[in-house]
């Protein structure tokens, strides 16, 4: 069973930087796109960044592009997400997901259902 396990939240300053991390085990097949999520309080999830078929497709959200890189370390199963200039607006639980028969991202996935989600970590960017 496909398994995703977040981690590397926490709480920085305004302007500052993290990196989340997405711990994936389980999958059988390599066609699927991995993506990050975030749902702030009383917000909407946000599909904020996505990437497949070894790190050639990638795609970001206007709010995030520019400040966040998506990758993958493939040896190791793990994907993942530096922020930087991190804003107090980014503050939200992020969340990353999978999406099966998928090689290109894009925005238009992140609208769509993903097959399976991580159960999330916290990010809290003070001002």
């Known amino acids: 069973e496909v398994q995703l396990v977040e981690s590397g939240g926490g709480l920085v300053q305004a302007g500052g930087s993290l990196r989340l991390s997405c711990a994936a085990s389980?999958?059988?097949?390599?066609?699927?796109?991995i993506a990050w999520f975030r749902q702030a309080p009383g917000k909407e999830r946000e599909g904020i960044s996505c990437?497949?078929?070894?790190?050639?497709?990638?795609y970001y959200a206007d709010s995030v592009k520019g400040r966040f890189t998506i990758s993958s370390d493939n040896a190791k199963s793990t994907y993942y997400l530096q922020m930087n200039s991190l804003k107090p607006e980014d503050t939200a639980v992020y969340y990353c997901?999978?999406?099966?028969?998928?090689?290109?991202?894009?925005?238009?996935?992140?609208?769509?259902?993903?097959?399976?989600w991580g159960k999330g970590t916290l990010v809290t960017v003070s001002s």
């Open positions: 990437i497949a078929d070894s790190e050639s497709s990638t």
């Open positions: 389980g999958f059988t097949r390599d066609d699927y796109a």
């Open positions: 997901a999978a999406d099966m028969y998928e090689t290109r991202c894009s925005g238009l996935l992140l609208l769509g259902g993903m097959d399976y």
